[in-house]
């Protein structure tokens, strides 16, 4: 289908697939009715002028990224970015708000158990084989309350529309998820760029988030009433170094890296030029086994010696906790929904990808008649092991994940390929603006007696047509998003 | 019993050396009735040493931190500890099938379950039920009496050799070489143990000379299975004793990684480095 009148261009919306600018009937959805009017005022030469100025001040501000596939030598690229911004009424963005801070009051209760009591295992809702089996479980965190007890203090959770219109979190992300600075500055890029718009819709403010980070990280401080907060990086070759750098700025911290802190007595110290300076709490943005090369991969010159010592000492604290990742692995995600009603006692409020347990007859029936439809996944391998994609695989493969699912039906899960909605695009080098394929990340704070989620969060676009991957690394972009 | 602790080591490197941030796990674990005196601790070059007790209260790190250049660094540590006799076959067995009972529990299986996972991420302790196929776990009797079994099927499979593994070998190649040391020993143990489902956990620590006994100049390691009623129990594959006052337990993990002696980060260009140490064990009273 397409219609002549939208963006004065040829924009086509494939059926089956959610547009979120307009509906099945070519009515523009109410809440983008203000950007609608506004466009109808632009043509395509204009476009491409909000285009320029937009990738001009992503490079006067330096807005970066590092893929590492491209040059080892970690040259950055700006970080491609689309002028039309995602629109999120604000009724359906208190559900994902509610949404997100359930799943991850209900993950940290989850870390919280398998790092003590294991109930969740013991009541058999969970299988020990899944937990076990994850290089993420951490046995040093064992027993170890986190100050405040919270673990996943910054979550991300990726969340699509499905061609029925409803949101589906597709995954959680709580080993320091990145991203949080790309929203900040495609907000200020496109208040220079919409001004009178901007002015008009009234988004929700996201300026704070900063302030936000702040007081979450001083809230679970060791006991100090002005701690001394750090962003701890890998360094300037880390791909998402323009974040640490930003983040560290706004929030007034020092940006520092391993070799700037030192441990002496179970007690980590800054260097500065003032001497030695305590540290009460880091943001680090450094994977587990690089924090500390004397309790995990010794060869590791990121981290600094000494400091899981001093975070097990109860002296400093990790934002997030060591050993978050058992959490946000895919085959824990299939049982999200039991977790949430089992620590919390309520539904989920934000949907999983429904999923088929081989172990039920109906479900096995439903499985080995439509795999050919459906995402196989075993349950006790984690990392993205042993995922077989249906639509992928040969007569031969589909027959030979029949057989292995046959064998152990309890080993298996299985959901069905989402599709995700898409959003208008602008298209550079065509200079038209297209229907494509977009995500949202939300970022949810969690602090002693504080929950936050920034309204909006990132709206990831793949830019290449027909492509779902909309990753950075994979040619992916970002749009603003405004919750009004 | 009374004994005096000696650890010194010698580590000369290819070139010189700016600062350095090491930690030992070479004190006495402080637990079940075991006193040590706050060590003595010295080293060639100039630096600050603390002891740090956050991994466990019981488990005692002593941390090293220097800023000096030096080339070689000599460390001595001594201290002296006592350790409560004990008969390690006065303990109380619970009857068979109330043990049993206790062993197919879901609550003991999931608290155990740590250390009866034989998981492939840690390769050291790894092997699966077919390649320990050939040591044969007893069907009656109780659960020390099956460990003591199996206990002897690796002893007499290993021959204690010196020399032919490092402190990177994994429980396969033990497997094929049939040869190596107390740390081959309890490896392959551990992965044999963990295949019949039972808890054990990789122990480090020194032992009391004597005549015939292996591993004693140098820090030693054993086994320490968990059986109900009873807590965690010692048993030594290398040379097929039960743990008694003899031993002087330093720490326990999953394998070897987690009970090295010495872990650290030196500033320097060269990765080559000899190393030596010795330990010595004297008994007072």
Known sequence: MKNQNLFNSNYAVKKGIYDEYVSEEWKVRAHYDLLSQQFSEYNNADYCKFNEEAKIVFFNEGITFAVYSDNPLGSEKIFPFDFIPRIIDHKEWSKIEKGAIQRNRAINEFLKDLYHDKKILKDGIVPKELIYSSINMSPVMEGFMPKGGIYNHISGTDIIRHSDGEYYVLEDNVRCPSGVSYVLANRNTLKKTFPKLFSKCQPQPIIDYPEKLLTMLQSVSPGISAPNCVVLTPGMYNSAYFEHSFLAQSMGVELVEGRDLFVKNDVVYMKTIHGPERVHVIYRRIDDPYLDPLMFNPDSVLGTPGLMSAYLAGNVTLVNAPGTGVADDKAVYAYMPEIIKYYLGEEQILKNVPTYRCGEDDDFKYVLENIDKLVVKPVDESGGYGISIGNTLSKEQIEEVKKSIKENRRKYIAQPIMSLSVHPTFIEGEDIIEPRHIDLRTFCLLGKNTEYVLPGGLTRVALKRGNLIVNSSQGGGSKDTWVI | ?285
């Open chain 2, 1 to 285: 019993m009374q004994y005096k602790l000696e650890y010194s080591a010698t580590n000369i490197y290819a070139q010189h050396v700016y600062g350095a941030y090491m930690k030992f796990l070479i004190h006495p674990y402080a637990a079940f009735g075991v006193q040590a005196s706050f060590p003595y601790f010295q080293t060639s070059a100039e630096g600050a040493w603390w002891i740090s007790n956050s991994r466990k209260q019981e488990v005692s790190e002593i941390f090293f931190k220097t800023d000096v250049r030096f080339d070689w660094l000599d460390i001595f540590y001594s201290t002296d500890v006592f350790v409560p006799e004990i008969n390690p076959f006065e303990r109380e067995w619970l009857p068979v099938l109330k043990e049993k009972s206790i062993l197919n529990s879901t609550d003991w299986i999931i608290d155990n379950y740590k250390y009866i996972h034989s998981a492939k991420i840690r390769p050291k302790t790894f092997l699966t039920f077919e390649q320990v196929t050939e040591f044969v776990m007893p069907n009656k009797g109780n659960l020390i009496d099956k460990i003591i079994a199996l206990r002897d099927q690796v002893h007499a499979y290993l021959e204690f050799v010196s020399g032919v593994t490092t402190t990177q070998t994994i429980a396969s190649e033990v497997l094929q070489l049939k040869k190596g040391v107390c740390q081959d020993f309890v490896h392959l143990f551990l992965a044999v143990l963990r295949n019949n489902g039972i808890a054990a956990r990789y122990t480090s620590g020194y032992l009391n000379q004597g005549e015939n006994i292996r591993g004693a100049s140098q820090l030693h390691a054993w086994v320490e299975c968990h059986i109900p009623n009873v807590g965690w129990v010692g048993i030594d594959p290398s040379n097929k004793l039960l743990v008694d006052h003899n031993y002087v337990k330093i720490c326990h993990g999953y394998d070897y990684d987690d009970c090295m002696p010495l872990r650290g980060v030196v500033n320097t260009f060269s990765q080559d480095q000899s190393s030596n140490y010795q330990v010595k064990v004297q008994q007072i009273q």
